[in-house]
């Protein structure tokens, strides 16, 4: 448990050095992960994969993350009964099933992922949480949403930490642009460990180029984040 959690630390964070090694059994991808800050696997993984590793998925969604980015005070703000939520690279729904609470029996939330493992994972947890029927699960190949049918209809949107493995940033926020509300806002977050600041007003820019408009930039442990508005 211990380990899980320094893991996400380290993933998350600019230092690699001056931590001892470690290794981290993950059950359910069978396999080490090696927590050697000086040759990570796991900083490997991610250089070596544009998008996250479906088994990392599994420690993304542990609920010993919540110490760090609690799903509610980071989407309580933005989502109440009734709406529908948009969630590009949802992972295995570490905000998911907080979003699908929030929405209730009336509302949906649409996660839209290019990975089968990361959307499996998601709906066994909502599935065993009873959310599942509020959730509309989606894969999707590239960064095309495949999103015609919610044009213009989604109260909210949260990016969390999956801009930066988009190959193609301008054209997902095109596509989230079109299936927002006017009005209605989006939340993005990036690991400031993975992106720099720099590359973060890149990704802003890119945002505001397919017509959102910057509203606030919230504080959110270890991140960079910035909530746009559709107008
Ligand atoms: C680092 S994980 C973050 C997962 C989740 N948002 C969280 O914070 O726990 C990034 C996720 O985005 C997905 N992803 C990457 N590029 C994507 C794209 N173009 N469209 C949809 N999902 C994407 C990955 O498959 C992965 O599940």
Redesign the pocket.
């Known amino acids: 448990m211990y380990l899980s959690t320094l893991m996400l630390e380290e993933m998350e964070s600019p230092c690699w050095s001056g931590l001892p090694k470690y290794w981290l059994w993950v059950p359910q991808a069978e396999r080490f992960v090696s927590l050697d800050v000086h040759a990570p696997p796991v900083r490997f993984a991610f250089m070596a994969h544009?998008?996250?590793p479906?088994w990392?998925?599994y420690l993304?969604?542990s609920p010993l993350?919540r110490w760090m980015?609690d799903p509610v005070a980071i989407v309580g703000p933005f989502v109440s009964e009734g709406m529908v939520v948009l969630?590009?690279?949802?992972?295995?729904?570490?905000?998911t099933l907080e979003l699908a609470r929030r929405v209730g029996n009336n509302g949906r939330v649409i996660a839209?992922?290019?990975?089968p493992k990361?959307l499996e994972g998601l709906v066994k947890r909502a599935t065993r949480a009873g959310l599942a029927d509020r959730i509309d699960a989606r894969l999707?190949k590239?960064?095309n949403?495949g999103l015609e049918s919610y044009a213009g209809k989604v109260d909210f949107a949260?990016?969390?930490?999956?801009v930066h493995?988009?190959?193609?940033p301008a054209a997902?926020f095109a596509d989230i642009h079109k299936a927002l509300k006017p009005g209605s806002k989006l939340l993005i977050?990036e690991?400031a460990g993975h992106v720099g600041t720099e590359a973060f007003v890149v990704s802003l820019d890119q945002a505001k180029n397919s017509g959102l408009v910057l509203d606030s930039q919230p504080s959110i442990r270890r991140c960079h984040a910035a909530v746009l508005v559709q107008v």
């Not at 969630?87 to 905000?95: I, Q």
């Not at 949260?158 to 999956?162: S, T």
């Not at 493995?165 to 193609?168: G, I, K, P, R, T």
């Open positions: 544009r998008v996250c479906w990392l998925g993304l969604a993350r980015h969630e590009p690279g949802p992972g295995m729904g570490f905000f839209v992922d290019v990975q990361m999707v590239g960064d949403l949260l990016a969390f930490a999956m493995e988009a190959a193609n997902l977050a690991p």
